[in-house]
C-alpha cells in the first residue's frame, strides 16, 4: 500500500519516529509520500529519508502570509534544484476555514504552484477547505482541459467530487470514511475505485478505532478496508488498485 498524504516529521512523532515506520511497513505500508507545509518545517521533513519515504515540494495554504512571495520562491528554487526528486507539489490550495484575511493572497499562491507544477510535469496534492467553487473556478480560469493531481483528504459534496472527476483530478480518502456520521461513504461508493488513492494525513484524522488520537501510517489498512467495505470489493483488490493508482499519479515514487 501506498500513504499518499502523511507528515511524520511532525513533532508528533520526535520520540518514536523508527518505530512508527517499522509499524507501517509491518501493515504492508511500502511508500509514505510526506507533503510540505512551508519553510519552517523544511528541515526537519528533508531530513526524514529511507526506502520508504517520497518527498513534496510546495506552501499550505494556511502558511501563506504577508512574506508568501519569498516562500514561493524557496518552493521554485526546491523544485529546480535537482537535489531532491519530487512526486508532487502539495500540499498546496485554499484554506477559508481558519481565516480569510489572504484569501487573495492565497489564490495567488496556488496559481503560481500550479504553474510550477506544470513546468516540472509534477502532479499536485490539493489541500482545499470551504473553497471548493474558488478552486474550481481557478482551475478553469487556467485554461487546461485536464490537470493530473489529487484533492487529499476529500471533504466536498458529490457535485465537487464529479467536478474533480471531470478536471482530471483523484479523492484522496483518509480516515474519515471510517467516522461514524461521515458523508464521505456516498461519495465513495460513486467513485471508481480507479479514482481514488488512500492516505491518513497523520498525525491527523486517525480512523476508527483510534479517532482522537495520533495517526500514523500503519492504520491504511483500516482506510482500505472500509473503502473495500463500500465497494463491494476484497481488501487485496483495492490495494492493488488503489496502489496502481498512486503508482500512476506520482510517477517518480
Known sequence: MIDTHCHLYDAAFDDDREAVLQRAVAAGVELMLQPAIDSSSNEAQYALGG????HMAGLHPTSVGDNYRDELQQVERL?????????AVGEIGLDYYWDT??????REALRCQLLMARRCCLPVSLHVRDAYDDLFDLLDTMGYDEWR???HCFSGT????SMALERGFSLGIGGVVTFKKSALPQIVEQVPIERIVLETDAPYLAPMP???KRNESAY????AQRVAEIKGLSLADVDRVTTQNALSLFCRV
Open 158 to 161: 458529490p457535485r465537487h467530487a
Open 220 to 223: 491504511l489498512p483500516l482506510i
Open 101 to 106: 484575511t489572504y484569501k487573495d493572497q492565497q
Open 210 to 212: 483510534y479517532r482522537g
Open 149 to 151: 493531481g489529487v484533492l
Open 79 to 87: 523544485l529546480a534544484s535537482g537535489t531532491m526528486q519530487f512526486v
Open 51 to 54: 526506502p520508504h519515504i517520497r
